[in-house]
C-alpha cells in the first residue's frame, strides 16, 4: 500500500494499476512531480516537470492554432453575472459549477462577478464593438487562460476546480464557413494527440445529450486510458447564431441587411497530461512521448573518484554538443545509479545513457529504452545519428502500441442485453447501431453507467436495428464509461 499523505506530499510507492488504477494515477503525478495538491481544496500546484510537459503540447498547439489564421487574444477572467443570465440554456448548463465574487473594496459589489467557466459571453459581448460589416469576417480569436468549474469530485489534471486551457471563438459569416471550422480545429486536437501525445481517438459528434451547453451540435476527440476508461481530450463546438443573437452582435451583410454571425468555440486543456500518463503507464510510472518529453535523454554517469568523474565530464562536452538539438540532462546527483535509474524510469525519460570508466575506455555508451528497457551499446559518435532515431521509433511504437490496445478492446454489439454483459465483465468501447433517441442513453447509462462518446462516420446499414430499442438506426455510435 502506497504511503499518499497530504500533509507532507510524500509518496513511497506506486501503486500497481491492476489493483487500483485511480490510486496508482494519483500516485505517479505526485511521485513523479508532475502536480500535488493546493490549499485551496479541488485545484492544484502543477510542478516544473508536470508544466514542462504542458508548455511541451502547448506550444506545437499553439503553432496549430495561428497556422490556421487565428490571432491569440486576452478577455477578463471576471464576467458579470447578467452577461450569463442573457442566454437561458447556457445558464443551465453551467450556473452549478458557478464561482462567484460578491464584495470587492471592502464593500458588497452591485453585481456579482462570476470567474470564468468559459467565455463566449464575454467575447460576443465585447466584439460588437469590432464587428460592422461582413468585410469584418471572420474574426478568428484563440486565448491562453485558467477556467474555473465548481466541480464537486476532483482529481488532479483530469477534473480540477481551477485548470489552464486555450479556447478559440470564431465568429463567420455564414453557417458552412463556421461548420468548417468546426471541423478544421478538432482535426489540429486530433493532430496533437496522435502526432504529439502518441494517443490515438475517436472523433466524431457528440450526441445532443452530450452536447456543450448553448451549442447547436458538439464534436469531440475521445482516447482509450489503460483500464479501457474513455478521456475526452478536445472539443468544438458550432454555436451557429446562439450566442450573436443572445448578444445582438450583428453586422451588416452584402445584401445590407442586418445579421448575426455564426460563432464556433473550442478548447484543450491540461487534461492531457494525465491523458499522457494513463494512456502510457506502467507500474514503474511514465512512459513520455518523446516530442512532448521534458528530458527526451537522461544520462546517468557511473564512477568512483574525482579522476573517473572528470575523464566522463570531458567525454560528454563532445556528446552534448553532437545532441544540441535534443533535450539532454545529466544527473550527477550523490545518489546510487540504481536509484537514478528508478526516478528516471518513473518520470517517463524516453532514452537513458550509462557511461562508465569501461565504456568510456571503449569509446561508448550504454542505451537503455523506457518503452521496453531494451539495452544497447552504441559508439559515441554514432550517437548524434542513433538517438533521433530512437526517439523517433519510441514515439511511433507507443502509439502503436494504444493503437493495438484500443482495437483489442473495441467490440460491435447489436443488442442492448450483450452490451450490458459485455461491460459487466470488460473493458474499452462498444459500438452499436443507434437510432438516436435520448431514452436509449439514459436505458444504457442506469444499467451500465456507459455514456455515448462520438456518433461514428457514415451511417448504419438499411434496414439495421437500433441495438437498444430495435427502432431503425440511423447511425453508429461508440460507447463507454468515462471520466
Known amino acids: 500500500m502506497a504511503v499518499d499523505e497530504k500533509e507532507t506530499g510524500f509518496v513511497k510507492d506506486i501503486r500497481k494499476q491492476s489493483a487500483d488504477f485511480p490510486g496508482w494515477y494519483n500516485d505517479v503525478v505526485r511521485k513523479a512531480q508532475l502536480a500535488d495538491y493546493s490549499p485551496v481544496r479541488g485545484c492544484m500546484v502543477i510542478r516544473p516537470y508536470g508544466y514542462a510537459i504542458w508548455e511541451n503540447i502547448r506550444d506545437p498547439l499553439d503553432a496549430l492554432i495561428k497556422q490556421t489564421g487565428h490571432e491569440n487574444w ?160 478536445g472539443t468544438s463546438h458550432y454555436f451557429g447564431e446562439n450566442f450573436t443573437r443572445a448578444y445582438d452582435l450583428t453586422f451588416t451583410g452584402r445584401n445590407n441587411e442586418r445579421q448575426y454571425p455564426h460563432s464556433t468555440s473550442w478548447g484543450m486543456t491540461t487534461r492531457m497530461v494525465g491523458a499522457v500518463v494513463m494512456a502510457h503507464g506502467d507500474d514503474s510510472g511514465m512512459q513520455l512521448p518523446p516530442r512532448i518529453a521534458p528530458v527526451q535523454v537522461i544520462i546517468v554517469p557511473i564512477f568512483r573518484s574525482d579522476t573517473e568523474r572528470t575523464q566522463i565530464e570531458n ?15 545529466v544527473d550527477w546527483r550523490e545518489e546510487r545509479p540504481g536509484f537514478k535509474f528508478n526516478e528516471w524510469e518513473l518520470k517517463g525519460v524516453p532514452i537513458r545513457l550509462e557511461i562508465g570508466p569501461r565504456d568510456l575506455a571503449k569509446g561508448e555508451a550504454t542505451m537503455v529504452r523506457r518503452l521496453d528497457r531494451s539495452k544497447r551499446t552504441v559508439p559515441l559518435q554514432e550517437l548524434s545519428l542513433a538517438i533521433p532515431a530512437m526517439l523517433e521509433e519510441v514515439q511511433l511504437a507507443l502509439f502503436k502500441r494504444a493503437r493495438d490496445f484500443r482495437e483489442q478492446h473495441t467490440v460491435r454489439l447489436d443488442s442492448l442485453e450483450a452490451l450490458v454483459k459485455f461491460f ?59 471520466y
Open 74 to 233: 486576452y478577455f477578463p477572467a471576471l464576467i458579470p453575472l447578467s452577461f450569463l443570465m442573457k442566454e437561458a440554456e447556457h445558464v443551465e448548463g453551467f450556473q452549478p459549477e458557478f464561482a462567484m465574487v460578491t464584495r470587492g473594496g471592502g464593500k458588497d459589489l452591485e453585481e456579482p462577478l462570476v470567474l470564468r467557466p468559459t467565455s463566449e459571453t464575454m467575447i460576443a459581448s465585447v466584439l460588437r464593438d469590432y464587428i460592422q460589416s461582413y468585410r469584418d469576417l471572420p474574426v478568428l480569436t484563440n486565448q491562453w487562460n485558467n477556467v474555473f468549474r465548481w466541480e464537486l469530485r476532483t482529481r488532479l489534471f483530469l477534473r480540477t476546480l481551477e485548470f489552464l486551457w486555450q479556447e478559440g471563438h470564431t465568429f463567420h459569416e455564414t453557417a458552412a464557413e463556421a461548420e468548417e471550422e468546426v471541423a478544421r480545429m478538432l482535426d489540429v486536437y486530433r493532430q496533437i494527440a496522435e502526432d504529439w501525445c502518441a494517443v490515438p481517438v475517436l472523433a466524431g459528434r457528440k450526441s445532443d445529450t452530450e452536447k456543450f451547453a448553448g451549442a447547436q451540435y458538439s464534436t469531440s476527440i475521445e482516447g482509450m486510458m489503460i483500464d479501457g476508461k474513455a478521456l475526452q481530450m
Open 315 to 329: 567525454a560528454l562536452v563532445g556528446v552534448k554538443e553532437e545532441l544540441k538539438d535534443i533535450r539532454v540532462k
Open 424 to 482: 459487466e465483465s470488460s473493458i474499452g468501447f462498444v459500438i452499436t447501431p443507434w437510432c438516436g433517441r435520448e431514452e436509449d442513453e439514459r436505458t444504457v447509462k442506469d444499467r451500465t453507467t456507459a455514456t455515448t462518446r462520438v456518433i461514428l462516420s457514415g451511417s448504419a446499414g438499411p434496414d439495421t436495428p437500433c441495438a437498444v430499442c430495435g427502432r431503425p438506426a440511423t447511425v453508429e455510435v461508440s460507447w463507454g464509461k468515462s
